[in-house]
């Protein structure tokens, strides 16, 4: 497994003519690496170490995707990033009926410690940064990936990482909830606690405006949301006993890259700008790094067309450059089938290579905030700033964030924004390249190569089955109930869940012990 260095001196230092530029432009907006970041999170940025390539993947079952990893890591890919299949997001094993039809669909299917084994296999998780996209279950999923870690040799101090672990846009925006928003504010807040100590490189939480721009929210509102949310976090751990230095500087964010080039950029610089200033004013932190927004940036997958998908290269390409020129501190850049069916090893490839072009031939990583300065983006960066700010303190009028999901303010605010699109891109005032402008053409038509595994259920099944014949069930059932107890109490459930899921117990049968303690939750009806 071979992984492209990441270090100083990889781009030219001075342009194609000679021309040997300064570190940053425009001092006195201020500089990168002091609060409040807007002009990135340190100091050399990009001159001094690029941003992650972390290609997100995941499919089939686990031995599947581990080959799709260790492809992606020959390539030069960077870290991991995880895509889980909907009964795991939720929390059913793979025999249960309600994952009928949908086992290894849209991720990859993992249920048990012997699935975490095969998924990393032949990956040293103490030199690979990880990232799972996992909010409902993140508790569990992450005592799994600690428990094979151990099985590797490896503790947990050493792991790096993120866990999504963000309930709320969950009920905001994606639906992949199991249990009510109180239950399971208190399985994140565990899972900060835990994290804070006992893996001090791992980020507890990637606070996710990502999803909620994909179901249709503006820009203003992708960062008004997320930080929005990101203070109720922040709320909570500290409510919760925890100092806020012990824990926020391992906070991360994750934003979609769009089309609108400066008003992405311009996104990046206000959401960077305005987390320092709420964390200031909210929590006065006495570390600096505390008040430091770090994100990753996943190019916009509701902006792929299914219409002359290639040009869909063009948009990645796009926002990927946003992104980087926004200051993100990972990438990963969808690829052009995506609009059709999950990326076939050569779509992922391209979408790999994409980002390298950008970072060793484009030039924009010799210059720190290489947009910052002008009058167009900064005018931007502050009109985005002010609105966002505007709608945080509506939130705040309605008790915060997790009031205002549950009364349907944000999802509802979502619906309008998606609505007032739709009707541009009908109307034709909004043009979409192949869809409403421009349709007929010489593309040429695509060979979508990826296939789902028809028997792969089956196979789950199967393999799920022998999990339970072989695993010690009096032992699993003891610590099931060990974790069943300490859930009707205020105990931090995370050394609980890591003992289980490495004596035998199952992702569904711990979401089911949870479930019988914390009950379930029916979202608000909204239009």
Same mark, same amino acid.
């Given at each position: ?103 290894? +669909? $849209?991720?990859?299917?993992? /249920?048990?410690?012997? !699935? &975490?084994? =095969?998924?990393? *296999? ?127 500087? +391992? $906070?991360?964010?994750?934003? /979609?890259?769009?089309? !609108? &080039?400066? =008003?992405?950029? *311009? ?133 915060? /964030? ?126």
């Amino acid at each position: 497994m071979s992984r492209e260095p990441n270090r100083p001196g990889e781009v030219p230092a001075a342009t194609s003519s000679g021309i040997e530029p300064k570190q940053v432009y425009a001092p006195e907006l201020g500089l990168p690496g002091v609060p409040p970041f807007l002009r990135g999170p340190y100091p050399t940025m990009y001159r001094g170490r690029l941003w992650t390539m972390r290609q997100y993947a995941g499919f089939g079952d686990a031995a599947a995707t581990n080959r799709r990893f260790r492809y992606l890591l020959e390539q030069g890919q960077m870290g991991l990033s995880t895509a889980f299949d909907l009964p795991t997001q939720i929390g059913y094993d793979p025999d249960h009926p309600m994952a009928s039809g949908e086992v290894g +669909r $849209v991720g990859v299917s993992i /249920a048990c410690v012997d !699935d &975490l084994d =095969e998924l990393f *296999a032949a990956i040293p998780l103490d030199q690979v940064s990880t990232s799972m996209t996992i909010n409902a279950t993140a508790s569990i999923l992450l005592a799994l990936y600690v428990a094979a870690a151990r099985r590797q040799g490896i503790p947990a101090a050493k792991l790096s990482g993120t866990v999504q672990n963000d309930i709320l846009k969950e009920y905001a925006a994606r639906g992949t909830y199991r249990f009510p928003p109180a239950a399971s504010m208190r399985l994140v807040t565990d899972v900060i606690a835990w994290t804070a100590s006992a893996t001090p490189r791992w980020n507890s939480i990637s606070i996710s405006g990502y999803h909620m721009r994909e179901a249709g929210c503006t820009a203003v509102q992708e960062v008004a949301f997320t930080l929005a949310h990101g203070l109720a976090y922040v709320q909570a751990a500290v409510a919760a006993g925890l100092d806020v230095d012990a824990f926020a500087s +391992r $906070v991360s964010f994750f934003f /979609a890259a769009h089309n !609108d &080039l400066f =008003e992405e950029v *311009a996104k990046f610089r206000a959401a960077r700008r305005l987390w320092a200033r709420l964390m200031q004013e909210r929590f006065a932190p006495r570390k600096p790094e505390s008040l430091m927004l770090r994100f990753h940036t996943q190019t916009g997958g509701s902006t792929l067309t299914a219409q002359q998908p290639q040009v869909n290269i063009a948009r990645v390409t796009l926002q990927a450059l946003a992104a980087v020129l926004g200051g993100t501190q990972s990438l990963h850049t969808n690829s052009w089938d995506e609009a059709l069916a999950l990326p076939s090893e050569a779509s992922a490839l391209l979408a790999l290579r994409t980002q390298q072009v950008i970072a060793a031939e484009s030039g924009v990583t010799r210059v720190v905030d290489p947009l910052g300065g002008s009058p167009y983006v900064e005018a931007l960066t502050d009109e985005i700033e002010a609105r966002a700010r505007t709608l945080i303190e509506k939130i705040d009028t309605l008790g915060g /964030a997790v009031a205002a999901v549950e009364a349907g303010f944000v999802q509802q605010e979502i619906h309008r924004s998606a609505w007032i699109e739709q009707q541009a891109i009908e109307r034709g005032t909004k043009v979409v390249v192949g869809v409403n402008q421009h349709t007929a053409g010489d593309v040429v038509p695509p060979t979508v190569e990826f296939r789902s595994d028809e028997g792969l259920e089956a196979r789950r099944r199967e393999q799920f089955a022998d999990f339970r014949s072989r695993r010690d069930s009096g032992k699993a059932r003891d610590a099931r109930k060990r974790v069943a107890d300490a859930a009707a109490t205020k105990t931090n459930l995370l050394p609980l869940l890591i003992e289980a899921v490495d004596s035998g117990a199952t992702l569904g049968e711990l979401c089911t012990d949870l479930e019988a303690v914390f009950g379930t939750y029916r979202a608000p009806v909204v239009f």
